[in-house]
């Protein structure tokens, strides 16, 4: 079976450039989260998807970051302009929600470098 | 009280150890503790889990020991091998959706 698909793996961008990362979650998943991963904060939740609907914002970092849910099997995140403070590793995971466990299904990242 | 702290940063093992990883919440509210386990650029995968109304969880050579009292937590890896070096970190939710996750230690097993 798929897991969750992110693209590109690897992104290289000058600062001021607009990056789109984009996210295809497992099938019948109905929840769809976006983290960041740094060295210094660890794993950071940015926003959380149910059904499509954002449900939870708050870790966007500011207004240069956003986020849509089109549909259940596509998900983009974009930073708009990028800055060298951007740089990470993003992931997308989607779980099932109601299933009791909440497992969190990553995808394998985006690693972003802004130059 | 949102903080999940965990520790060690960083752990060495010989093959056949048993590397104890440790963590610690403040929020009492937190009903579900997972361990997640992450390769070199891949995402990480959950590994096992446990809720507060147990005090231990074994899968194969992986256990959870729960302290709800101390609100710590801790993951033991029985006769460890090579291939478990990864990175690893515990989380804490209230709920299924908000999971807080600890800093990360970093593993690396001797063969």
């Known amino acids: 079976d798929a897991g969750v698909i992110q693209s590109p793996r690897h992104e290289v961008t000058e600062m001021g450039q607009e990056v789109t990362l984009r996210c295809k979650p497992i099938?019948?998943?109905?929840?769809l989260f976006w983290y960041r991963q740094t060295m210094m904060r660890g794993l950071e939740l940015l926003i959380y998807?149910?059904?499509?609907?954002?449900?939870?914002d708050s870790g966007m970092p500011e207004d240069r970051f956003s986020a849509k849910m089109p549909n259940a099997s596509f998900s983009t995140l974009k930073i708009q302009p990028s800055e060298p403070r951007d740089s990470a590793v993003y992931f997308c995971?989607?779980?099932?929600?109601?299933?009791?466990?909440?497992?969190?299904?990553f995808g394998e990242g985006s690693r972003l470098t802004v130059l | 009280q949102q903080q999940v702290k965990q520790s060690p940063q960083s752990l060495i093992v010989q093959k056949g150890g048993i590397p104890i990883i440790n963590c610690a919440y403040e929020?009492?509210?937190?009903?579900?503790f997972p361990w997640y386990q992450q390769f070199p650029g891949k995402g990480p995968a959950l590994l096992i889990a446990?809720?507060?109304?147990?005090s231990e969880k074994k899968e194969g050579r992986f256990t959870i020991s729960f302290n709800k009292s101390a609100k710590q937590f801790s993951l033991h890896i029985m006769d460890s091998q090579p291939g478990d070096s990864a990175t690893y970190f515990c989380?804490?939710?209230?709920?299924?959706?908000?999971?807080?996750f600890g800093t990360g230690t970093r593993l690396k097993v001797l063969a």
């Open positions: 995971a989607s779980s099932l929600k109601g299933t009791g466990t909440g497992e969190l299904f």
């Open positions: 099938s019948g998943h109905n929840s």
């Open positions: 998807f149910n059904n499509n609907v954002p449900i939870d």
């Open positions: 929020n009492t509210a937190f009903d579900y």
């Open positions: 446990i809720r507060p109304d147990v």
């Open positions: 989380a804490a939710s209230k709920g299924t959706y908000k999971y807080i």
